[in-house]
């Protein structure tokens, strides 16, 4: 280092992260936070909804698209996808390549939509815990139940929440989507851990939870360090941690993962840990929703064990966590975008990891919305 070279700041100088779970880099430049923004604002999302709306086709009794009518339901309810973007199979084999550089193969299976909540107008963030508990019940009975299929090999769960994520319906709901393989990026994470579950020590230093047939497992050793070093954590609920990861891509992105144990899917999980979940889930959106005092964006997937019969290598490796990607930046009308150097290099981050979690761990836990009506 020259002589003259500053010290290193993270929170001043642009350096690059790497994700071990994508195997990544991102590109961290905090002081472009000090830029002047005269881009794109979106309408905040303060629309407020009525408890039931005659024209949504996710309330109880009103028509789906379909025109099937919905039941007078009063807690979760899943049905098949009126406009499914996989296809229930068989399906007819693709033709030859006309070119080994030009593949395709046919991917079947089935989508399906989880509505939370009859209430129109509520979301996971208003939501109690024992409704949020119901949730991931029906999650773990669909992932059962899909995943059972013998052509099924992936099921993956999550949800869009908010217009300016694509979501096209406020209703409060997810999807459930069911593959006869394994999509790109939870197929990376699972090569990864089991990459690091032949490759690293028997016997972790940081006494991390053990996967598997005693194997280490990447999750288990990253939580529980980011349990320890705390810079960026944001919240601990019973076993489980919400974690702004290292490598964070979003302003606001936040991981959430059990560290008591290695649990590889929702399946796993025991009632106490089923219900802490809930309870991390509930703050976790609270918080998020209590950052613009706005009805937070993201999109929230969960990845685990692929499905409930792989019992391979990946199957073992997988460590149960989400994402929650949410496009928010600086205030409830400005999002980020990837666009660019994102799209065209790698990705890249203003406001540090370490930042986020500070402004999230801060806020109160208490939703703005009661505050207001006391």
Not at 221 to 232: C, D, N, P, S, V
Not at 293 to 322: K, N, V, W
Not at 349 to 374: C, F, G, I, M, N
Request: with cysteine.
């Amino acid at each position: 280092m020259a002589a003259d070279a500053p010290e290193f700041d993270p929170t001043e100088h642009p350096h690059r992260r790497y994700n071990p779970l994508l195997g990544e880099h991102i590109l961290v430049s905090p002081h472009r936070t000090k830029r002047p923004w005269l881009g794109q604002v979106d309408p905040p999302a303060t629309e407020k909804l009525q408890e039931y709306d005659p024209k949504c086709y996710l309330c109880p009794g009103n028509s789906r698209s379909s025109g099937e009518v919905l039941p007078q339901y009063t807690e979760t309810l899943t049905f098949p996808n009126d406009f499914p973007a996989i296809l229930d199979g068989p399906l007819p084999a693709a033709p030859a390549p006309p070119h080994p550089l030009l593949t395709a193969e046919p991917v079947q299976g089935g989508c399906d939509v989880v509505i939370f909540h009859p209430r129109h107008d509520l979301t996971l963030a208003l939501l109690t815990v024992g409704e949020i508990e119901k949730i991931i019940v029906e999650w773990t009975r669909i992932y059962v139940k899909r995943g059972m299929h013998p052509e099924v090999k992936y099921v993956q769960i999550f949800e869009n929440k908010g217009a300016i994520m694509g979501c096209s319906n406020p209703h409060p709901h997810g999807q459930v989507w069911s593959l006869s393989s394994i999509p790109q990026i939870p197929a990376t994470e699972l090569s990864n851990l089991v990459k690091y579950s032949l490759g690293a020590p028997a016997d972790p230093p940081s006494g991390a939870p053990l996967g598997d047939q005693g194997k280490p497992c990447m999750l288990c050793e990253y939580a529980h360090f980011e349990r320890g070093a705390k810079e960026r954590v944001v919240f601990e609920e019973g076993p489980w941690v919400a974690i702004v990861p290292w490598w964070a891509v979003w302003p606001f992105e936040v991981m959430l993962v059990p560290t008591n144990r290695h649990i590889t899917s929702l399946l796993d999980l025991t009632p106490d840990e089923r219900n802490t979940f809930a309870k991390a889930l509930s703050r976790l959106t609270k918080k998020y929703d209590n950052l613009f005092r706005c009805s937070f964006a993201y999109s929230m997937g969960i990845h685990q064990r692929p499905t409930p019969t792989q019992l391979d290598e990946a199957g073992e490796a997988a460590h149960l966590h989400l994402h929650f990607d949410p496009p928010l930046l600086r205030s409830a009308s400005v999002r980020k975008f990837l666009v660019g150097f994102e799209l065209m290099a790698e990705a890249q981050r203003d406001l540090t990891p370490e930042q986020a979690a500070k402004r999230l761990r801060e806020l109160p836990e208490v939703h703005y919305l009661d505050e207001e009506s006391k």
